[in-house]
């Protein structure tokens, strides 16, 4: 545990001006604030109230004592500031020159430092000390509720502080750095979570995304087959009941409610920083009952002179939904691999033109950049009456342009 030792004690003229001469014990706190927005350090203030003497030719200026152990204060960053004298049961501001700090000392060999302090009368002072302490961190963590229909969700926002500085705070107020500020008691050597926020009725859209490039074919009897991933999207606006500031990279539990009055438990995930009017995605598990797979339908290079040359190329994807309700299948295709796999290296980004046999059903978006462009396709649901399910085939026709052998 830490140690606190702080007092003051006269600077003396005559030999015994060096001696540190304990007078009071430590003053409780009055107030501690602690701000927690960096990631290594942690900001702790703390206002205490603490006895001057009268500074005078003949006894010299008042010496205040801080000094910790097992605790690991960054020394350099300690600031004292006075901020106002007691006036009965109330304190006034100081006056110019009432109070100042002269100047600081480092007891060599010591986890300690003095200040000297001038006062022009005897008084009592309120004074902020503050510092950087380490092993006093936070992290975050999320608890999303999904109703059945899959339509909106209960986001909880926990802040988890984890106390192993070697000090015990009690009663502090807490800040992130954003969002609410709250008190709670912070003990030494403890876990603490608590609830930052709760964000009620967030829309949701649950996507199926195709990746080719990233998970590669599903097994070895289903060479051109791949793992179809569903998650959750949120949009972090104000219009989808987020929007107050960035959410912070954390753990995310994902429930859904199973239309008893229960929960199911749905998986766990890794939420990125996600921006302001940014998505934050969350991975729910691959899907079995939508079925996609990729076949190269042409792959024809055209000369145009030199070394240059252009690669016509068809990519067909025959897709079953086998959920009785209609869904958007994302396919992400990444041009720069398909260039490298099928043409030539290439130095940056492909130049591409889409083709006229991209089949009408697809509509593109370019969310990961203008290589990676996004096949969206609406599915329908599987016949109500029983018969078997359809496969929609679709064509995507790309020309890699101005490739060099």
């Known amino acids: 545990m830490k140690r606190w030792l702080f007092w003051t004690a006269p600077l003396l003229l005559a030999a015994s001006a060096e001696a540190r001469i304990k007078l009071t014990a430590l003053p409780e706190r009055e107030r501690v604030e602690i701000r927690l927005d960096h990631g290594q ?6 206002e205490r109230i603490v006895p001057l003497l009268k500074s005078t030719p003949e006894t010299g200026n008042n010496r205040v004592d801080f000094s910790w152990t097992n605790t690991q204060i960054d020394k350099d960053s300690i600031r004292f500031r006075p901020l106002a004298v007691r006036e009965g049961d109330r304190f006034r501001p100081l006056a110019d020159g009432e109070v100042n700090v002269i100047n600081v000392s480092y007891p060599p060999g010591e986890n300690a430092l003095v200040w000297e302090v001038y006062a022009r009368e005897a008084c009592a002072v309120k004074v902020r000390v503050s510092y950087l302490i380490s092993n006093l961190t936070r992290s975050f963590a999320y608890r999303a509720l ?10 909880k926002k926990y802040l988890q502080l984890r106390n192993y500085s070697g000090e015990e705070f ?7 750095g954003f969002g609410p500020r709250f008190r709670k008691p912070l003990d030494g050597q403890t876990d603490t979570k608590i609830l930052l926020e709760r964000f009620v009725s967030v829309p949701i859209t649950k996507t199926y995304t195709f990746d080719w490039y990233a ?26 009941a987020l929007g107050k500031y960035p959410l912070q990279p954390g753990k995310v539990r994902i429930f859904i409610e199973d239309g008893r009055g229960g929960e199911a438990f749905l998986g766990e995930d890794w939420a990125e920083l996600t921006p302001l009017d940014g998505d934050m995605r969350l991975y729910l598990g691959e899907a079995r009952d939508v079925v996609c797979t990729r076949t190269v339908a042409m792959n024809r290079r055209h000369e ?3 070394n240059l040359f252009h690669q016509e190329i068809q990519l067909k994807y025959p897709i079953e939904n086998c959920k009785d309700g209609p869904v958007r299948l994302d396919i992400v295709e990444h041009l720069n691999r398909l260039a490298r796999e099928y043409a030539a290296e290439v130095p940056g980004d492909v130049e591409w033109e889409l083709g006229p046999e991209t089949s009408p059903e697809i509509k593109l978006t370019h969310e990961f950049g203008g290589a990676v462009p996004v096949l969206h396709v609406d599915l329908p649901g599987r016949p109500a009456d029983g018969a078997p399910v359809g496969k929609t085939v679709v064509v995507f026709h790309v020309t890699l342009k101005n490739l060099w052998k």
């Open 41 to 46: 350090f942690t900001l702790v203030e703390e």
């Open 146 to 155: 999904a109703d059945k229909a899959e339509r909106r969700l209960t986001l």
């Open 170 to 176: 009690g009663e502090a107020g807490l800040w992130a």
């Open 215 to 240: 998970n590669g074919p599903l097994n070895a009897d289903k060479p051109f087959a791949s793992r179809v991933l569903m998650h959750y999207r949120l949009r972090n606006d104000e219009e989808n």
């Open 304 to 306: 145009v002179r030199g």
